[in-house]
């Protein structure tokens, strides 16, 4: 499937976690072992959490949820860290050790961790360490590392989002999707000046620009016709939360999801309305409030706004291609999609 399970599962605490769930290796696949600690607001958890519910492991692997804010010097807190009164809607205690920290976790299975207390988070009580705090790992082997686990012939344990067909063509825009719009929106957001922004904000639309042409060459319902592939969670965590967030927060407001790619629109709405593990698995107060009460230097007062409304429309039309695609015409995003492969 394409990782490579040689890598040391975490070679120093200025490192990772980068263990694989197989037959035959460390980490075992088994029902009740694992245990998965995630934050609805986090676009890389949630590419973790899709595929955990895709694939029907929603009770093998339970999940602990931490709160949407504030994170602080500590990082992220489970309900209760500062008191009984500290409680926040769709967020779980940590089931497994009591933590009020996630830190407490990671210090669990290095005492000398000098990363981030990053989610997603998959936690082995067998061996009491981290197998894996990396989304982009996490999303290709957990397609097949459970199938054992899985009743033979079932639709869950048949499915792999990274075909042998299409490989080559996921392989190719992950690169472009992961780098210019997963990754591009916090390059803008974050930008500390004109020339900063500029540069991370251009591509975010060049992206969007190249993905409404090839949903649309491609037929739907998914990003590369009729099977749902890597290219959709990837697209989707990033997508589901542009309209509500980054368009204001992260100032990419060179154009909408709804206003502007009319076939991204469609394809989105389906994804959440009709897909099983998508609308499960989206919480927009986690993700409108993450983003707009953690970040004080973006949005100092904490101001959560209450548009768009709804949060997500509602009506879906498959037949992508009676829709004409939608484009952003700004001539820089035109320049840097020249750069992109065809879609």
């Known amino acids: 499937m394409g990782y490579d399970q040689s890598?040391?599962?975490?070679?120093?605490?200025?490192?990772?976690?980068?263990?694989v769930v197989a037959p035959g290796s460390r980490f075992v696949p088994e029902a009740g072992r694992y245990h998965l600690y995630i934050g609805y607001f986090c676009p890389f958890a949630h590419r973790a959490n899709i595929v955990r519910v895709l694939k029907g492991l929603d009770s093998a692997i339970d999940i602990s949820i931490v709160k949407a804010y504030p994170k602080g010097d500590a990082g992220w807190s489970f309900p209760g860290a500062n008191g009984p009164d500290d409680t926040y809607e769709g967020s779980t205690p940590d089931k497994l050790f009591g933590s009020k920290y996630l830190h407490e976790v990671y210090f669990r299975a290095d005492k000398d961790y000098k990363g981030r207390y990053s989610v997603p988070c998959l936690w082995d009580t067998k061996e009491g360490t981290i197998v894996n705090n990396e989304s982009i790992e996490m999303l290709r082997w957990m397609q097949t590392g459970f199938n054992e686990i899985l009743p033979e012939g079932s639709p869950e344990?048949?499915?792999?989002?990274?075909?042998?067909?299409?490989?080559?063509?996921?392989?190719?825009?992950?690169?472009?999707?992961?780098?210019?719009?997963?990754?591009g929106v916090y390059k803008a957001g974050f930008a500390h000046d004109q020339a900063a922004y500029e540069k991370g904000v251009i591509p975010v639309f060049a992206a969007w620009n190249q993905l409404e042409k090839l949903i649309h060459k491609n037929g739907g319902p998914y990003v590369l016709g009729k099977e749902i592939t890597e290219l959709d969670i990837l697209a989707y965590a990033t997508a589901i939360r542009f309209d509500v967030v980054y368009v204001q927060h992260f100032k990419c407001n060179l154009g909408t999801i709804r206003g502007n790619y009319p076939i991204i629109h469609e394809w989105l709405k389906n994804l959440y309305w009709n897909v099983?593990?998508?609308?499960?698995?989206?919480?927009?107060?986690?993700?409108?409030?993450?983003?707009?009460?953690?970040?004080?230097?973006?949005?100092?007062?904490?101001?959560?706004?209450?548009?768009?409304?709804?949060?997500?429309?509602?009506?879906?039309?498959?037949?992508?291609?009676?829709?004409?695609?939608?484009?952003?015409?700004?001539?820089?995003?035109?320049?840097?999609?020249?750069?992109?492969?065809?879609?």
């Open 276 to 343: 099983k593990g998508f609308r499960e698995t989206t919480n927009f107060k986690h993700i409108k409030e993450n983003y707009t009460k953690s970040h004080h230097d973006i949005n100092p007062y904490a101001i959560t706004p209450l548009g768009p409304y709804p949060d997500i429309e509602a009506g879906v039309n498959l037949n992508y291609r009676s829709i004409k695609p939608g484009v952003v015409a700004h001539p820089a995003v035109f320049e840097h999609q020249k750069s992109l492969p065809d879609a």
């Open 157 to 183: 344990r048949n499915l792999t989002l990274y075909p042998q067909h299409l490989r080559a063509k996921i392989d190719e825009v992950t690169g472009w999707i992961t780098r210019d719009l997963n990754s």
């Open 7 to 19: 890598k040391p599962v975490h070679a120093s605490p200025e490192d990772g976690w980068h263990g």
